[in-house]
């Protein structure tokens, strides 16, 4: 089975960073993009960012200039780099990857990690 396990993430004042890791594990045969989303109480789950295999990226304009996605091919590992936090990026950051196993392509999502930003 394919998982895709987070780690990071936590709490941090306004102005401050963090990171959030995303590794994928199991049996597969292909990762095709990565990305990550995020869902603020009572708001439904929305793209933050992703990342295609050539590293192409795309992100929300809210965190333009602020977040950067990365990842390593090699370690099957999609990161993000949260600066110049504000409180609305407070949400459960939820680990995404479309993945080829099986003879078949899924969608993927981890488990969510919480991330709060204080005023």
């Known amino acids: 089975q394919v998982q895709l396990v987070e780690s990071g993430g936590g709490f941090v004042q306004a102005g401050g960073s963090l990171t959030v890791s995303c590794a994928a594990s199991?049996?597969?045969?292909?990762?095709?993009?990565m990305g990550w989303y995020r869902q603020a109480p009572g708001k439904q789950r929305d793209l933050v960012a992703k990342i295609t295999t050539g590293d192409n990226t795309d992100y929300v304009d809210s965190v333009k200039g602020r977040f950067t996605i990365s990842r390593d091919n090699a370690k099957n590992t999609v990161t993000l780099q949260m600066n110049r936090m504000i409180p609305e990026d407070t949400a459960v950051y939820y680990c995404?990857?479309?993945?080829?196993?099986?003879?078949?392509?899924?969608?993927?999502w981890g488990q969510g990690t919480q991330v709060t930003v204080s005023s």
């Open positions: 199991g049996r597969f045969d292909y990762i095709d993009f």
């Open positions: 995404y990857a479309y993945i080829y196993s099986g003879y078949q392509w899924d969608a993927y």
